[in-house]
């Protein structure tokens, strides 16, 4: 139901599901009764707000189990990492280590929603979405200006999520916060739209540590892939 964009047919879901009508009809009946599907007015299905508790307790579990892989982050970066996820239209910080030198607050706190195109988080979830998946959101959100450094424009995001494909990795200039970059990376794990970031202020954020984060974050986001 959540691949057909939350809202479906009976009919679709047998077939995209590759079971017998009847069999999709009791299974979504009882999901209706339990609360985790309801019908709509026009007799499709669309996902049910008890879902709403299980996506809070996923997520809290999701930034659990990557707590580890961010704590070594850390340890070799000496910056705050962070793990964020792709909900609805905003990403969701779940997750985040700083070090203890650390007393600058950013707007990477856990439990943040922001719009994406403004984050690198965001930029390394999109960079692995179409194009058109990635028009209807900005269809959806617009693309306003945090800072004098964000892309407004269509086009130039675009080219920013082609120069992300390209290197790897997806870059926050102060595009959130002032004084804040970010360098991030998506995690591959088919059906999870997360990333990792290391983040901090720009007289600390450099090229050379931005070079030197990509090692750490790729293998911290291939190992909480391989826990997926």
């Not at 809202?7 to 009791?26: E, F, K, Y």
């Not at 809070?56 to 000496?78: H, I, K, Y």
């Not at 200039?173 to 059906?191: F, I, T």
Request: hydrophobic share 40%; net charge negative.
């Amino acid at each position: 139901m959540a691949d057909a964009g939350g809202v479906v047919g009976l009919s679709q879901l047998a077939t995209m599901a590759q079971m017998p009508l009847p069999t999709i009809h009791r299974i979504v009946r009882t999901l209706v009764d339990l609360g985790y599907v309801r019908q709509e007015a026009n007799r499709e299905y669309s996902l049910g707000p008890k879902l709403i508790r299980l996506g809070d307790v996923t997520s809290q579990m999701v930034g659990r189990w990557a707590r580890p892989q961010l704590e070594e982050v850390v340890r070799r970066l000496g910056e705050s990492a962070n793990v964020a996820q792709l909900d609805g239209d905003r990403v969701v910080y779940i997750g985040q280590v700083m070090p203890s030198h650390n007393s600058m607050r950013m707007f990477t706190e856990v439990g943040r929603a922001v719009l994406p195109h403004a984050t690198g988080v965001g930029k390394a979830i999109m960079a692995t979405m179409t194009a058109d998946e990635v028009d209807a959101l900005l269809d959806r959100t617009g693309m306003p200006s945090r800072t004098e450094h964000t892309i407004t424009d269509r086009d130039a995001f675009h080219a920013e999520l082609d120069a992300t494909r390209e290197r790897g990795y997806a870059l926050d200039e102060q595009e959130q916060e002032l004084g804040v970059r970010c360098v991030a990376v998506s995690v591959p794990a088919p059906g999870r739209r997360l990333a990792l970031s290391v983040s901090g202020p720009l007289t600390r954020m450099t090229d050379a540590v931005v070079s030197e984060a990509l090692a750490p974050l790729h293998e911290a986001a291939e190992r909480i892939a391989h826990q997926l």
